[in-house]
């Protein structure tokens, strides 16, 4: 499985059509990869797009199109998806903080799911439920405690971490769905160990781990039907093996399929991340007693993940004709005012000039949609490529 080929033409194309910096998507390469992702399972799951990774108004309408659903974590991310033509029963809920405002129309439109973070959340759930006469349906997050293999900034799924509900929960869980039994019903559990998971190791252990929990309140007589396993599947930004798709959805399956329910999941980086390039120009070479840098015209305002999780892009030299100087080491930095504005560190580029185009690969998630005006800089456009 591998990621788009960004033709450098193409790409020098766009840029002297639009002015840089900008993000561009290949839609259909991330078709290609729902698709693949869709076939990895033999039976039916429910995907709901986790759009953090990319809220992108065409990738959205895009996914509405291949009949998926989303995951939001706020509700200005479900206004968006609304905006995109997605439904209310197409949405999840996620995310530790929900205000009342925003439970309170997720409950009104009845959305699928409420995945609940906390005992607090699910008694303000039932209240705004009995206030509104509906009955909100949820599902527990729970914190299977798994050691993380990730960043630390990027894992969810370990005790330290805010995510999710310690299994120590579950009699107080219980005791307010008693409380509120006209107003909630609880539909299963779900878990979102982590992001840029590059093994199924923990994954497996999380889903093991959480098994115990859904039979127990199915055998209870809870009207349990499904099991969200989250997203979190990781993609090679420097070199690092594929997931295997296959086996990911052979584990999920097989782990799953004794409970007979319904297998949703939330993924988001593997649908988008690898179909997104961010292209920019280097407005000054500055060489110093220690360092060359290429100054260019995107940074941590645009594609923070270098400088808030050491994340490590590609980084290409937009070239048409192979440069018969020799390369050299750079410090790809950006303009904003921070020692933490780089885009790549200590990287052999071809000999670079004022002018020259790079492209930063593997951007399609968390990107833009991380992007800030910070130091009152301009967005970044997005540029979508349908073929
Ligand atoms: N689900 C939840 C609850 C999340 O918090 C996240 C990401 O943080 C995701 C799904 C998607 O993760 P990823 O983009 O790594 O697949």
């Known amino acids: 499985m591998s990621g788009p080929q960004f033709l450098h033409s ?68 479900a206004k968006v998806a609304i905006d995109a033509g997605f439904h209310h029963r197409d949405i999840i809920f996620s995310g530790v903080g929900k205000s009342i405002e925003e439970i309170t129309k997720a409950v009104k439109h009845q959305i699928k799911q409420i995945n609940v973070e906390s005992p607090q959340e699910l008694i303000r759930i039932g209240e705004v439920a009995k206030k509104l006469k509906k009955k909100a349906q949820v599902a527990f997050r729970m914190n299977p405690n798994v050691s993380p293999q990730t960043h630390p900034y990027i894992t969810t799924g370990f005790r330290e971490n805010k995510f999710g509900m310690d299994a120590s929960f579950l009699p107080e869980l219980r005791g307010i769905l008693t409380k509120y039994k006209k107003n909630i019903e609880l539909k299963g559990v779900t878990l979102h160990i982590g992001s840029q998971l590059l093994t199924l190791d923990s994954l497996r252990e999380a889903i093991l781990k959480t098994i115990p929990i859904y039979l127990d309140f199915k055998n209870s007589g809870y009207p349990v039907e499904t099991f969200d396993v989250g997203g979190g599947l990781g993609i090679p930004y420097d070199g690092q093996t594929q997931i295997d798709l296959a ?141």
């Open 247 to 387: 086996a990911y959805g052979a584990m999920v399956e097989e782990l799953l399929k004794p409970l007979e329910c319904r297998i949703l999941c939330e993924p988001g980086r593997i649908l988008v991340g690898e179909f997104g390039v961010l292209v920019a120009e280097v407005q000054y070479i500055k060489k110093t007693p220690f360092k060359n840098f290429a100054i260019v015209n995107t940074g941590m305002n645009h594609l923070i993940r270098p400088a808030l999780y050491s994340a490590v892009h590609r980084i290409e030299k937009i070239e048409t004709r192979a440069s018969a100087e020799a390369s050299e080491l750079y410090d790809v930095v950006g303009p904003v005012c921070e020692s933490s504005d780089f885009l790549g560190k200590d990287r052999y580029l071809p000999k670079l000039h004022q002018g020259d185009l790079l492209a930063i690969l593997d951007s399609g998630a968390y990107g833009f949609s991380m992007a800030s005006n910070y130091n009152h800089h301009d967005l970044p456009k997005e540029i979508i490529l349908k073929k």
């Open 10 to 77: 193409q790409l020098e194309k766009l840029a002297r059509k639009y002015d840089t910096p900008f993000y561009v998507y290949d839609l259909e390469g991330i078709n290609q990869r729902l698709k693949k992702f869709r076939a990895s399972f033999h039976g039916d799951v429910e995907v709901h797009y986790a759009m953090k990774a990319n809220a992108n108004k065409d990738i959205l309408k895009n996914f509405k199109k291949h009949k998926i659903g989303v995951d939001v974590v706020s509700w200005g991310e």
